[in-house]
């Protein structure tokens, strides 16, 4: 049951680690420029569920399907493909590659996807200013502070323009001032672009920065909006 | 990673209770040893994997170097067995009464296919033979004594040409112990009843001599002293490098440490007691690992080398140095990693603003040590004085080692420069521009090795080429000299039936010869004495040498090869109806003393001057030649028997048969290849030696480089996973630990070869030898692509696994 | 807090109460002591006023008398107006606002005792304070600092209630362990 006009959707997931039920027949969708949390206690299974469908992880059953294709059947050249052109990722922490500057890292995934280095550090320049981190452009990561660092982390995963941005805890690392500014930033810039934002939160003041709530129990997921 | 504090945070509280950094001196230190020797041990599976393999790694640096310690002794035990078993009459020249004790011996060897074969034929001359070590009976006649390598050679599949090589002899026997130089050697005692002086025996009373201690060749010393430091300095690096296995980690547990109040010395002193730990361990592993290899060098033979394991004993006072200098050098270079580290309670403060390499001081090193040795002047084998000798091997130890202090700056100014390029080179060099230090400090281990196998490979190269030059026989012609010291018709005739019947022989050309000379007194003394070689052989030999037009046995010939200059060389001897002398030695020359009766024979008048043409090897025989039955091959004096054999090259083990057939003529008959085996044997070995040993200390260095990528791998695990998620290809990874391998590589052999090539030059400058081989360190660069290979090829699984998402769950 | 929430829903409560069967005016005042009365129990002048409220809104009926006088003689029943009376509280959201979580926990425990599906009560007040949390972030997205600053205290607040609906979620099991009879 695929919702009219949703860009991504996800039907009666299952995943098993080991002795663990992460996903238990969880349901999602999302609509191109709409930004949905997922919520849910620690270990329910939401940060699974966000790598079920960024097609990280492969569920054990059920359905994802991205603008048409069935992102089950795809092999893992293909999923890292899409992963590279479609997708954007924001993490807690850790995903900035420390050696390289904050320029050379936002300009990172262009540079994946083939572009020249020149064409690449521009356009990240350009998103660095969105994400008024352009002053950090020449530090590397560990010389910028936690909250300038997340939002190079943002302005990385929005450089390709992709059309859905995963962001895992976001601000799980910061204080909430600079939680805020980041969720902000985040969220204007998806809205400008038109992209999906799927955002795993535990923290509500992050969640309010979404148009919509899943909350993962167990592994089941649950639509908010259906219940208002 | 790095990361940046302002300050450590201050102690919360006061404890009234003495904390953990209560007392000072001596007493701190032990405790804080301890304590590290405690988290060393009980540190969980992380602590014991880290303590593991600094053992490991310094395990297997001890293991060189307890053998390199054991070589001096290895090799005076085997000198002290070859000299013992040495017929004693064959070093002093004097003559031994024949007794009840005396024996007959003469030197039989021969060669088979690769493998050299020693022995010794004996005759007994009365009841009780003085016999070598390792013989408990005299072989009697028709018997044969073999080493038990020989023993098993002769066994195995491929051996069975020598088994019927010595068909004739009855295997009486094998030699012990003290009669082999090395388990692997080959050695046969034969037993005669027929062996006399004339066959170029020796009478001797017992084996063994005092020799003199014999001053080194100056020029050996400085090749030892070379290879020592080629070989070890690396070994040296590495263990400097297995103790810092796992640093990282380390350094985050000491900052726990911080936390509960352990001072900045006592950290250190802590991390000191774990690298103390795992160095103890390491020796312990060392010893084992030496005992093993001890055990092992006596039953497989690499490379022709091996040894007794009783023979592999370190020198003692060697063996404590390093029971000593290694765990202190752990400490040492424990304490010296952390002083650029400051581990705080909160964490660990690389200091990120890194003081830049300076270029001078370590430039210092290789400059003083090539003008060192540009200074001196050349060495000859005789006059080198041993102070020279020491400030050679000093100023080639200064540039070998400078080459080592020069590769951290070498790789930091050359990553500095670079920019840009594909992302997986992006990201190699912006890895190595932070922190170059642990890669160079591996790979300067590399420089050392390759710069010196370079250096001494070129040495060897020109020398070994300068034995080439100077050599008139073709070595390109696969060719079988075959000589017997009696002079026989019956003999030469025999040969060239025998080896023209053997499976692969295309050509045989056999008489006997002798050199003559003209009678007379000459015109001055400082002539010198007209000379030419007279050979006795059949028509049909002769028909191989020469156009000879009608031949029968009774005819002599003066053989012309074409070049004036020779022929009227030997015309000035062989005149026809004219005596020639038989015993050239009977008339002496200007420095040569007289000795013997004269010989004199003459040329018969009816002698036709002929010319040559190519005998089978494709030279031209000038000279006399005589058939039998004009000269009674009995005059001539010092006459041998000779045959030349010309093998076809396509029948494998031609040579093989040839050596078969002469042994079973007469095994006194000594077949040799004219393709100076001895030094090109002796120089491949050199060669192979300084290569495996190379490659050796490359594969101790690739293992080193993989455990540091393994544990910068497991470092980034996070990262790896959140690279995984937006799609970086494997690929882009995989390429990517290559360039971060392969670029100190590729510049440390860079320097190596620069550096080596440099060295050589100026070492074989100094021995007077041109340089002939530019080209020596190819291998060795192709070990170093290969090394890069292995590494990346080996961390491949860990990054796999580490770019699964798995690490992107942090629950 | 109790006057909370007496003001707020003891009516519901009583009817709620009243669903698992009729009961004595002086059995509902004992059950609601004893589940959400703490340590301030209900008057029985309270239970004498709110019944005849609910008697004259047609929601509950008397089903008997038993001999003697007073209010809490009589048995009363619950009516089909009752029970939707009931779950149409339970199923509205409370508006967010200070002090909610005792008239959020009656709700709970009713809806536990009742064997309705307290998960979505919760659920339901979760939407809710998320979709005011969301029109006031966005109000101070668009705001200045005074907005800001308004707007951030209301959220703060928004987020402890959030926080205690999420942990009541998790403890939903244990609860009703506690509330239900065996």
Redesign the interface.
Same mark, same amino acid.
């Given at each position: 049951m695929t919702p009219a006009g949703s860009l991504l959707t996800a039907d009666g997931l299952r995943k098993v680690y080991g002795p663990t039920t992460a996903l238990d027949g969880a349901d999602f969708s999302i609509h191109p420029g709409e930004v949905v949390a997922v919520m849910g206690p620690s270990g329910s299974g939401k940060s699974t569920l966000l790598h079920c469908l960024a097609g990280i992880v492969r569920p054990d059953a059920g359905e994802i399907t991205y603008n048409g294709q069935r992102l089950t059947g795809m092999n893992d050249a293909a999923l890292s493909a899409l992963r590279r052109s479609e997708f954007g990722f924001v993490f807690q922490f850790g995903q900035l590659v420390p050696e390289l500057t904050c320029l050379e890292n936002v300009a990172l995934p262009l540079r994946l996807n083939g572009a020249k280095r020149k064409d690449a550090e521009r356009t990240a320049l350009t998103w660095m200013e969105r994400l008024e981190v352009d002053d950090v452009r020449d530090k590397r990561p560990g010389q910028a502070s936690g909250g300038q660092g997340q939002r190079v982390a943002v302005a990385r995963a929005l450089v390709t323009s992709p059309r859905v941005l995963f962001a895992d805890e976001p601000t799980g690392a910061l204080d909430s001032l600079n939680g805020e500014r980041v969720m902000e930033l985040l969220t204007d810039a998806a809205r400008s672009t038109n992209a999906a934002v799927v955002l795993v939160t535990h923290e509500t003041r992050v969640a309010a920065y979404s148009d919509r709530e899943i909350v993962v129990r167990d592994g089941k997921s649950r639509d908010m909006e259906r219940l208002v | 990673m790095s990361t940046t504090r302002t300050k450590p945070a201050p102690p919360v509280g006061t404890d009234p209770r003495p904390g953990p950094t209560g007392p000072t001196g001596a007493r701190a230190w032990l405790r804080d040893l301890g304590m590290g020797i405690r988290f060393a041990v009980g540190g969980g599976r992380e602590g014991w994997v880290r303590t593991i393999l600094t053992a490991v790694g310094v395990g297997l640096g001890v293991a060189l170097l307890l053998g390199a310690a054991s070589v001096p002794d290895l090799l005076a035990n085997r000198d002290d067995r070859s000299i013992a078993r040495t017929p004693a009459a064959a070093m002093s020249g004097k003559q031994t009464q024949r007794g009840d004790s005396t024996l007959l011996v003469v030197d039989t060897r021969t060669d088979y296919r690769d493998s050299e074969i020693s022995g010794l034929m004996m005759r007994a001359d009365g009841d009780h033979p003085a016999l070598p070590p390792g013989v408990g009976t005299m072989p009697e006649a028709g018997e044969m004594l073999i080493s038990p390598a020989l023993r098993d050679l002769m066994n195995s599949s491929g051996g069975k040409l020598l088994k019927e090589r010595f068909a004739d002899y009855r295997i009486t026997g094998t030699i012990g112990d003290a009669g082999l130089m090395s388990p692997k050697e080959l050695f046969y005692y034969l037993g005669s009843d027929s062996l006399s002086k004339a066959d170029g025996a020796h009478r001797v009373a017992s084996f063994g001599f005092d020799q003199p201690a014999e001053p080194l060749d100056p020029l050996l010393v400085v090749l030892v002293v070379l290879i020592c430091v080629v070989l070890l300095t690396p070994v040296l690096i590495f263990i400097g490098t297995a103790v810092r296995f796992g640093g990282d980690r380390r350094d985050q547990r000491l900052a726990a440490l911080r936390l509960v109040g352990a001072d900045r010395r006592a950290v250190r002193r802590i991390a000191a007691g774990e690298a103390l730990f795992g160095a103890l361990l390491g020796l312990v592993l060392g010893a084992v690992f030496f005992l093993g290899a001890r055990q092992l060098i006596g039953v497989v033979d690499i490379w022709k080398v091996s040894a007794f394991p009783s023979d592999m004993t370190p020198l003692p006072g060697l063996a404590v140095l390093i029971m000593l200098a290694v765990p202190v050098s752990s400490v040492l270079v424990t304490l010296i990693s952390l002083r650029a580290v400051a581990i705080e309670p909160l964490g660990v403060v690389r200091s990120t603003t890194a003081r830049k390499r300076r270029l001078w001081w370590r430039l210092l090193l290789p400059a003083a040590g090539l003008l060192i040795l540009l200074s001196q002047d050349q060495v000859t084998r005789t006059g080198g004085e041993d102070v020279e000798v020491y400030t050679i091997a000093a100023g080639a130890t200064l540039t070998l080692v400078g080459l080592a202090t020069l590769m951290p700056w070498l790789v930091e100014a050359a990553v500095a420069r670079l920019r840009g390029g594909p992302v997986p080179w992006q990201l190699a060099t912006r890895r190595l521009q932070l922190s170059s230090g642990t890669a160079a400090r591996a790979v300067s281990g590399i420089t050392v090795a390759v710069a010196g196998a370079v250096a001494l490979q070129m040495l060897f190269a020109s020398m070994h080429s300068e034995f080439n030059t100077t050599t008139d026989q073709d070595p390109r012609r696969a060719q079988l000299n075959v000589h017997s010291p009696r002079a026989s018709g019956a003999l030469a005739q025999r040969m060239i039936d025998d080896f023209r019947a053997v499976q692969g022989v295309k050509g045989v050309n056999g008489r006997v010869s002798s050199y003559v000379v003209k009678p007379g007194k000459l015109k001055s003394t400082d002539d010198m004495r007209p000379t030419t070689e007279l050979s006795v052989g059949s028509c049909a030999t002769l028909r191989e040498l020469a156009r000879v037009g009608s031949c029968k046995d009774g005819d002599a010939f003066v053989v012309h090869s074409g070049d004036r200059e020779l022929d009227k060389w030997v015309d000035q001897t062989a005149r026809p109806g004219q005596k020639v002398d038989l015993n050239s030695e009977s008339w002496g020359d200007f420095e040569v003393k007289a000795r013997g009766k004269h010989a004199p024979w003459t040329l018969p008048k009816s002698t036709r001057t002929i010319s040559s043409r190519p005998d089978p090897v494709g030279d031209h025989y000038y000279g006399i030649y005589v058939t039998p039955g004009a000269i009674d091959v009995a005059k001539l004096a010092d006459a041998s028997t000779e045959a030349l054999v010309q093998t076809d090259p396509k029948v494998p083990d031609a040579e093989e048969y040839v050596r078969n057939a002469a042994t079973h003529i007469d095994p006194l008959i000594d077949v040799y290849t004219i393709r100076m085996i001895e030094r090109d044997k002796q120089y491949a070995s050199v060669q192979k030696g300084l290569q495996a040993g190379a490659i050796a200390t490359m594969l101790l260095i690739a293992a080193s480089m993989l455990v540091s990528t393994l544990e910068q791998l497991r470092e980034r695990k996070r990262l790896l996973a959140a690279l995984t998620a937006f799609g970086t290809r494997r690929s882009s990874m995989a390429w990517s630990v290559l360039w971060q391998t392969a670029v100190p590589v590729v510049l440390g052999l860079g320097l190596a070869i620069t550096g080596g090539l440099a060295l050589g030059v100026v070492m074989c400058r100094m021995v007077e030898k041109p340089v002939s081989d530019w080209l020596v360190f190819l291998p060795l660069c192709a070990a170093g692509a290969a090394l890069v290979a292995v590494v990346t090829l080996l961390s491949l699984p860990a990054l796999w696994r580490m770019m699964r998402p798995d690490g992107l769950r942090t629950e | 807090m109790v006057c909370i929430v007496l003001r707020m829903s003891i009516g519901h409560t009583l009817l709620g109460l009243l669903e698992s069967g009729p009961r004595h005016g002086y059995d509902l005042k004992r059950a609601f002591d004893e589940k959400f009365g703490h340590d301030k129990p209900l008057h029985y002048g309270q239970v004498y006023s709110t019944m005849s409220r609910l008697l004259k809104n047609g929601l509950v009926e008397v089903d008997g008398i038993e001999a003697g006088e007073g209010p809490e003689r009589k048995r009363y029943a619950i009516t089909e107006a009752g029970i939707t009376d009931v779950q149409r509280w339970l199923a509205t959201?409370e508006k967010p606002e200070p002090y909610l979580q005792s008239t959020l926990y009656t709700k709970v425990v009713l809806a536990l005792l009742t064997h309705r599906d307290a998960a #979505?009560i919760l #659920?339901?007040q979760?939407? %809710?304070?998320?979709?005011l949390?969301?029109i006031?972030?966005d109000r101070k997205?668009k705001g200045d600092l005074a907005d800001q600053l308004i707007c951030d205290h209301a959220?703060?607040h928004?987020?402890a209630d959030?926080?205690w609906l %999420?942990l009541t979620?998790?403890r939903l099991g244990k609860l009703a362990k506690e509330v239900l009879p065996g």
């Amino acid at each position: 049951m695929t919702p009219a006009g949703s860009l991504l959707t996800a039907d009666g997931l299952r995943k098993v680690y080991g002795p663990t039920t992460a996903l238990d027949g969880a349901d999602f969708s999302i609509h191109p420029g709409e930004v949905v949390a997922v919520m849910g206690p620690s270990g329910s299974g939401k940060s699974t569920l966000l790598h079920c469908l960024a097609g990280i992880v492969r569920p054990d059953a059920g359905e994802i399907t991205y603008n048409g294709q069935r992102l089950t059947g795809m092999n893992d050249a293909a999923l890292s493909a899409l992963r590279r052109s479609e997708f954007g990722f924001v993490f807690q922490f850790g995903q900035l590659v420390p050696e390289l500057t904050c320029l050379e890292n936002v300009a990172l995934p262009l540079r994946l996807n083939g572009a020249k280095r020149k064409d690449a550090e521009r356009t990240a320049l350009t998103w660095m200013e969105r994400l008024e981190v352009d002053d950090v452009r020449d530090k590397r990561p560990g010389q910028a502070s936690g909250g300038q660092g997340q939002r190079v982390a943002v302005a990385r995963a929005l450089v390709t323009s992709p059309r859905v941005l995963f962001a895992d805890e976001p601000t799980g690392a910061l204080d909430s001032l600079n939680g805020e500014r980041v969720m902000e930033l985040l969220t204007d810039a998806a809205r400008s672009t038109n992209a999906a934002v799927v955002l795993v939160t535990h923290e509500t003041r992050v969640a309010a920065y979404s148009d919509r709530e899943i909350v993962v129990r167990d592994g089941k997921s649950r639509d908010m909006e259906r219940l208002v | 990673m790095s990361t940046t504090r302002t300050k450590p945070a201050p102690p919360v509280g006061t404890d009234p209770r003495p904390g953990p950094t209560g007392p000072t001196g001596a007493r701190a230190w032990l405790r804080d040893l301890g304590m590290g020797i405690r988290f060393a041990v009980g540190g969980g599976r992380e602590g014991w994997v880290r303590t593991i393999l600094t053992a490991v790694g310094v395990g297997l640096g001890v293991a060189l170097l307890l053998g390199a310690a054991s070589v001096p002794d290895l090799l005076a035990n085997r000198d002290d067995r070859s000299i013992a078993r040495t017929p004693a009459a064959a070093m002093s020249g004097k003559q031994t009464q024949r007794g009840d004790s005396t024996l007959l011996v003469v030197d039989t060897r021969t060669d088979y296919r690769d493998s050299e074969i020693s022995g010794l034929m004996m005759r007994a001359d009365g009841d009780h033979p003085a016999l070598p070590p390792g013989v408990g009976t005299m072989p009697e006649a028709g018997e044969m004594l073999i080493s038990p390598a020989l023993r098993d050679l002769m066994n195995s599949s491929g051996g069975k040409l020598l088994k019927e090589r010595f068909a004739d002899y009855r295997i009486t026997g094998t030699i012990g112990d003290a009669g082999l130089m090395s388990p692997k050697e080959l050695f046969y005692y034969l037993g005669s009843d027929s062996l006399s002086k004339a066959d170029g025996a020796h009478r001797v009373a017992s084996f063994g001599f005092d020799q003199p201690a014999e001053p080194l060749d100056p020029l050996l010393v400085v090749l030892v002293v070379l290879i020592c430091v080629v070989l070890l300095t690396p070994v040296l690096i590495f263990i400097g490098t297995a103790v810092r296995f796992g640093g990282d980690r380390r350094d985050q547990r000491l900052a726990a440490l911080r936390l509960v109040g352990a001072d900045r010395r006592a950290v250190r002193r802590i991390a000191a007691g774990e690298a103390l730990f795992g160095a103890l361990l390491g020796l312990v592993l060392g010893a084992v690992f030496f005992l093993g290899a001890r055990q092992l060098i006596g039953v497989v033979d690499i490379w022709k080398v091996s040894a007794f394991p009783s023979d592999m004993t370190p020198l003692p006072g060697l063996a404590v140095l390093i029971m000593l200098a290694v765990p202190v050098s752990s400490v040492l270079v424990t304490l010296i990693s952390l002083r650029a580290v400051a581990i705080e309670p909160l964490g660990v403060v690389r200091s990120t603003t890194a003081r830049k390499r300076r270029l001078w001081w370590r430039l210092l090193l290789p400059a003083a040590g090539l003008l060192i040795l540009l200074s001196q002047d050349q060495v000859t084998r005789t006059g080198g004085e041993d102070v020279e000798v020491y400030t050679i091997a000093a100023g080639a130890t200064l540039t070998l080692v400078g080459l080592a202090t020069l590769m951290p700056w070498l790789v930091e100014a050359a990553v500095a420069r670079l920019r840009g390029g594909p992302v997986p080179w992006q990201l190699a060099t912006r890895r190595l521009q932070l922190s170059s230090g642990t890669a160079a400090r591996a790979v300067s281990g590399i420089t050392v090795a390759v710069a010196g196998a370079v250096a001494l490979q070129m040495l060897f190269a020109s020398m070994h080429s300068e034995f080439n030059t100077t050599t008139d026989q073709d070595p390109r012609r696969a060719q079988l000299n075959v000589h017997s010291p009696r002079a026989s018709g019956a003999l030469a005739q025999r040969m060239i039936d025998d080896f023209r019947a053997v499976q692969g022989v295309k050509g045989v050309n056999g008489r006997v010869s002798s050199y003559v000379v003209k009678p007379g007194k000459l015109k001055s003394t400082d002539d010198m004495r007209p000379t030419t070689e007279l050979s006795v052989g059949s028509c049909a030999t002769l028909r191989e040498l020469a156009r000879v037009g009608s031949c029968k046995d009774g005819d002599a010939f003066v053989v012309h090869s074409g070049d004036r200059e020779l022929d009227k060389w030997v015309d000035q001897t062989a005149r026809p109806g004219q005596k020639v002398d038989l015993n050239s030695e009977s008339w002496g020359d200007f420095e040569v003393k007289a000795r013997g009766k004269h010989a004199p024979w003459t040329l018969p008048k009816s002698t036709r001057t002929i010319s040559s043409r190519p005998d089978p090897v494709g030279d031209h025989y000038y000279g006399i030649y005589v058939t039998p039955g004009a000269i009674d091959v009995a005059k001539l004096a010092d006459a041998s028997t000779e045959a030349l054999v010309q093998t076809d090259p396509k029948v494998p083990d031609a040579e093989e048969y040839v050596r078969n057939a002469a042994t079973h003529i007469d095994p006194l008959i000594d077949v040799y290849t004219i393709r100076m085996i001895e030094r090109d044997k002796q120089y491949a070995s050199v060669q192979k030696g300084l290569q495996a040993g190379a490659i050796a200390t490359m594969l101790l260095i690739a293992a080193s480089m993989l455990v540091s990528t393994l544990e910068q791998l497991r470092e980034r695990k996070r990262l790896l996973a959140a690279l995984t998620a937006f799609g970086t290809r494997r690929s882009s990874m995989a390429w990517s630990v290559l360039w971060q391998t392969a670029v100190p590589v590729v510049l440390g052999l860079g320097l190596a070869i620069t550096g080596g090539l440099a060295l050589g030059v100026v070492m074989c400058r100094m021995v007077e030898k041109p340089v002939s081989d530019w080209l020596v360190f190819l291998p060795l660069c192709a070990a170093g692509a290969a090394l890069v290979a292995v590494v990346t090829l080996l961390s491949l699984p860990a990054l796999w696994r580490m770019m699964r998402p798995d690490g992107l769950r942090t629950e | 807090m109790v006057c909370i929430v007496l003001r707020m829903s003891i009516g519901h409560t009583l009817l709620g109460l009243l669903e698992s069967g009729p009961r004595h005016g002086y059995d509902l005042k004992r059950a609601f002591d004893e589940k959400f009365g703490h340590d301030k129990p209900l008057h029985y002048g309270q239970v004498y006023s709110t019944m005849s409220r609910l008697l004259k809104n047609g929601l509950v009926e008397v089903d008997g008398i038993e001999a003697g006088e007073g209010p809490e003689r009589k048995r009363y029943a619950i009516t089909e107006a009752g029970i939707t009376d009931v779950q149409r509280w339970l199923a509205t959201p409370e508006k967010p606002e200070p002090y909610l979580q005792s008239t959020l926990y009656t709700k709970v425990v009713l809806a536990l005792l009742t064997h309705r599906d307290a998960a #979505d009560i919760l #659920d339901t007040q979760r939407a %809710e304070h998320l979709r005011l949390m969301r029109i006031l972030t966005d109000r101070k997205r668009k705001g200045d600092l005074a907005d800001q600053l308004i707007c951030d205290h209301a959220l703060f607040h928004l987020e402890a209630d959030l926080r205690w609906l %999420e942990l009541t979620s998790a403890r939903l099991g244990k609860l009703a362990k506690e509330v239900l009879p065996g």
